[in-house]
């Protein structure tokens, strides 16, 4: 079973459900596809085994036989290659992958080659089998990172932490999933972004429940909203000062409060019942 855990907007607690499901599952698979800016590291203390650089194919233009037509540029459904007086660019900060400029080239002067785009990291702690996506500094593309990240989810039980947002590379993340956490805040901030994500996994059609994090600040707009659109809240999470000095310590909560174990127990038990 595939879980992705997923937020609206960053600093929900979205690390903290994912962490603290894959700890409270005993043996797990936890993937880490926040590569932006993957923290799950910092609470379960893996111990690395080995790690993969990731490419990605670009073209590069032999410009000696070339004739600047110009096709590959009209071919480029994302401005990655561009005609300029006599010579022809590529930009592979907008580039995609795709190779259809190289196909299109009537005169093959466009060549693939790969491009760096960051590594894949494999490690242990415990039970817990950890992988997780870093992406390199400055790169902007995420999702095709994120794609072959995916492709080493293995085991029974699969935990995948998502990028925050409702971009590109949190559609790839929560494609294919047999369910969705979506951690959200009572606050407006909160429930503004909750719609946009719920909107996101029902067009994924992926069945999905959310987790309110930080319970008791704000208002009930969030439990409203749930309850007129017919989500289930899976738990609430309680706004209290232990959980948030665990979490500056970089301890999971279940370590912190070993009675709140038992909370994540109940949403995986229940994501069970939902998807059996």
């Not at 491009?115 to 990291?121: C, K, N, V, W, Y």
């Not at 990240?149 to 999933?177: Q, R």
Request: proline content about 6%; charged content about 25%.
């Amino acid at each position: 079973m595939k879980i992705v855990v997923a937020s609206g907007k960053g600093g929900t607690g979205k690390t903290t459900v994912a962490t603290n499901l894959a700890m409270a599952a005993g043996r797990a698979q936890l993937i880490d596809l926040d590569v932006e800016e993957p923290n799950d590291a910092l609470f379960i203390k893996p111990e690395y085994t080995g790690e993969k650089t990731v490419n990605m194919l670009v073209p590069v233009v032999d410009q000696e036989k070339c004739t600047n037509c110009g096709i590959c540029a009209q071919v480029c459904e994302f401005n990655a290659i561009a005609v300029l007086g006599n010579k022809t660019m590529t930009f592979h900060e907008l580039c995609h992958g795709c190779g259809l400029c190289a196909y299109a080239c009537p005169e093959k002067a466009i060549t693939e080659v790969p491009h760096p785009l960051g590594l894949i990291r494999y490690g242990k702690a415990g039970q817990i089998d950890f992988v997780e996506g870093v992406l390199n500094i400055g790169e902007p593309m995420a999702t095709p990172l994120i794609r072959e990240t995916k492709k080493e989810a293995k085991g029974e039980l699969i935990i995948m932490d998502a990028p925050p947002g409702t971009s590109c590379p949190v559609i790839e993340s929560i494609h294919g999933s047999d369910f969705c956490i979506l951690v959200t805040e009572p606050t407006p901030f909160g429930l503004w972004d909750l719609k946009l994500a719920v909107g996101v996994v029902r067009d994924l059609k992926v069945p999905f429940g959310v987790v309110i994090n930080r319970y008791g600040i704000g208002d009930n707009g969030v439990e409203k909203y749930c309850e007129e659109e017919g989500i289930e809240i899976l738990t609430k999470i309680p706004m209290d000062r232990s959980i948030a000095e665990a979490y500056s310590k970089g301890v999971p909560i279940i370590e912190a409060l070993p009675e709140m174990r038992g909370v994540f127990e109940g949403i995986l038990e229940r994501i069970k019942e939902i998807v059996r």
